[in-house]
């Protein structure tokens, strides 16, 4: 993928954060996607899930924030995210996701049966919830369920965060 391909594939990506569409990325739209997971899992906000999940929010809005928010307005741009995002995953995917950590950590405790893992139709419920369309959600979360066990751990749900961002779009015609 050459370099404007990946900063268009970054770029594509921008909306899935944005939540509430005001073309901005912010606290209110990480907090915004915590209140949907706990209400699709019929997790109160109150509970340890509850709260692990909204610091987790909190934590990957200040990684967020502190790799693109370029001018300190609290809130990142397009552009600040195209540029922040592209300089992160150069470096290394795995770092980018690294400030995901803390937000997947509790969204799987929070979606987890077992506290373990979690099932594909788990994963699938989840990715509908934050934005990801019915088709790729099932794609995706079969996808992540790479020995077929039935459930989805904590390293590949990274694994799988990181390729979302560096793996080429597939071809739709």
Known sequence: MNSAEYEGKIASRFAAFDRDG?????????SGAAAALLAEFGTTARSDKGQALYSGAEAFWQGMAGIADVD????????????GAVKRLRDSP?????IARPFLHAAIAVAAED????????VERALRVLGVEPRAAVLVAGAL???????IGETEILAGFSAYYVTPEPDRT
């Open 22 to 30: 005001s073309g901005y990325i912010d606290r209110e739209d990480f």
């Open 72 to 83: 300190g307005d609290q809130r990142v741009s397009r552009q600040e995210f195209v540029t």
């Open 94 to 98: 795995e770092r980018f996701a690294e």
């Open 115 to 122: 506290g373990t893992g979690v099932t594909p139709a788990a």
């Open 145 to 151: 369920d790479e020995d077929g066990d039935g459930m």
